[in-house]
């Protein structure tokens, strides 16, 4: 059975950070629909003016941030220690777990273009150890398919493995395809699967979906994404719903709000990072 479009969401311009305009698409409005995906950040400018200032110091708990830059840098830095550039093509994977403190750092380049995740921790992980990953182009498999590419940015496709998540199973596609062009994705039924057109018109399961929009997709077997005339760039996330309650504050996502207090508290208590690290 073919997979339908249950829901769309078109992405909005604002600003967030120390003042980077972004298209926020998904956010606490959508957790429900799109669970596991808690948020989804487009950057696409031409004009360093748009995101320089980028992200300064901030904390997280109980939750992974996944920046996939297409075009452009990021320079991660963190209590951990961790300070690592990606760029053209490259991934971060932050899993905040019980609390970490990073800055995001975008330096100007000819196009900034990609997209940052949040992705939901299980109750039962919202507490593990910080940590950070990132996945280089060395690790990201390209692989040819009928009149374009799919990069493997994480989890699996046809036999090919890429960067396994820890916590929740993730498969992370990026589909480049020419004009007039189609594939068909097989998928688990029960599977949560959600895409988002980050370049380019494209008709998801028969309907036709603006650039810049998330669509959720029911169950089912398959998928068929075709492009228009013009190329087309389409991002495809598959996980697993974890239907549980959702407490969000700011850039902390508890499942109570007990627990967001707590971690607020902490924050205000300078307990916040398990590394015993103050800032």
Do not use: C
């Amino acid at each position: 059975m073919e997979r339908k479009i249950k829901n769309q969401v078109t992405g909005f311009r604002t600003k967030d950070g120390a003042g980077v305009s972004l298209v926020r698409v998904l956010g606490n409005q959508t957790t429900d629909e799109y669970d596991p995906i808690l948020m989804l950040d487009s950057f696409d400018s031409i004009n360093p003016e748009d995101y320089i200032a980028g992200f300064p110091l901030h904390p997280h708990r109980g939750i992974e941030t996944i920046s996939y830059v297409y075009k452009g840098q990021m320079t991660h830095k963190d209590s951990l220690g961790n300070e690592d550039t990606i760029k053209d093509g490259e991934v971060q994977w932050m899993t905040a777990g019980s609390g970490i403190m990073h800055e995001e750092k975008l330096p100007a380049s000819e196009r900034m273009l990609g997209v940052q995740l949040w992705l939901n921790l299980p109750a039962k992980d919202k507490m593990v150890p910080p940590a950070y990953k990132s996945i280089k182009n060395s690790e990201i498999q390209e692989i040819a398919i009928d009149n374009g590419k799919l990069r493997l940015l994480a989890g699996e496709y046809n036999g090919a493995t890429g960067y396994k998540s820890k916590y929740l199973p993730l498969n992370y596609y990026d589909i480049h395809l020419n004009p007039n062009s189609s594939i068909v994705l097989d998928t688990d039924s029960n599977s949560s699967i959600m895409m988002f057109t980050l370049l380019g018109d494209a008709y998801i399961s028969g309907e036709l979906i603006k650039e810049k929009t998330a669509v959720k997709l029911s169950q089912g077997n398959s998928v068929e994404i075709k492009s228009t005339d013009t190329k087309a760039q389409v991002l495809f996330v598959s996980s697993i719903r974890l239907d549980e309650s959702i407490a969000w504050g700011g850039p902390i996502v508890m499942n109570t709000k007990e627990e967001l207090n707590k971690a607020f508290q902490d924050l205000k208590d300078g307990t916040f990072l398990k590394t015993g690290i103050q800032y």
